[in-house]
């Protein structure tokens, strides 16, 4: 059995979209698996930007980032799921992230322990849908938000390994095509990859 975290990143509040879908459908192979699931969905919360680096450093985070980081620490997979926008994470979701990983989080609270991640050990799987074809974003584009998301943030607090999953052409997409792509979120929940 595996703790596992998804992270809805879509910054549309109340489902409908093809992210909550994802995530619903991973969370319903997770259980089918008999793994335990944890949600945090990011346009539910209530938080500031951080604006400046006494903030980063030392401001205590407003409560929803507090239980937030609560689950991230329980889990033992996470989940990050969002929608490709103006080529990288919606503000949201990296608003999000730069609020649940601050040092005195990351650090255990540890006066001067530098680095030494509480996540540290934990796996992750990224999902990010698109309009344009996947291969596009990863030929063209460089996938520049997926690599900066695992190696400048992911990587950088201990979480690996960090697969990956495109999902192209979204606005076009059929409706087996839609169905075959839960059912792969299924699989991928089942065996908490």
Request: hydrophobic share 45%; aromatic share 8%.
């Amino acid at each position: 059995m595996t703790h596992i975290t998804i992270i809805q990143g879509h910054p549309t509040s109340g489902g409908g979209h093809f992210c909550h879908a994802l995530a619903d459908a991973y969370a319903e192979g997770a259980f089918a698996g008999g793994h335990q699931v944890r949600f945090i969905t990011v346009a539910d919360l209530d938080f500031p930007l951080l604006r400046s680096k006494a903030d980063w450093d030392g401001a205590l985070p407003p409560a929803p980032i507090t239980e937030a980081q609560r689950t991230l620490a329980w889990a033992e997979h996470l989940v990050i799921i969002y929608p490709l926008w103006l080529g990288g994470m919606p503000a949201i979701l990296k608003g999000f992230l730069e609020q649940a990983l601050r040092p005195a989080f990351m650090t255990g609270g540890r006066e001067g322990a530098g680095w030494k991640s509480v996540l540290k050990g934990r796996s992750s799987r990224i999902v990010i849908t698109m309009g344009m074809p996947a291969f596009a974003y990863r030929w063209y584009f460089g996938a520049h938000s997926l690599k900066s998301l695992k190696r400048s943030i992911l990587s950088l607090v201990g979480i690996g390994p960090n697969r990956h999953t495109l999902i192209g052409m979204i606005e076009g997409m059929g409706d087996s095509k839609r169905a075959a792509r839960l059912e792969a979120m299924r699989r991928l929940g089942k065996r908490a990859r």
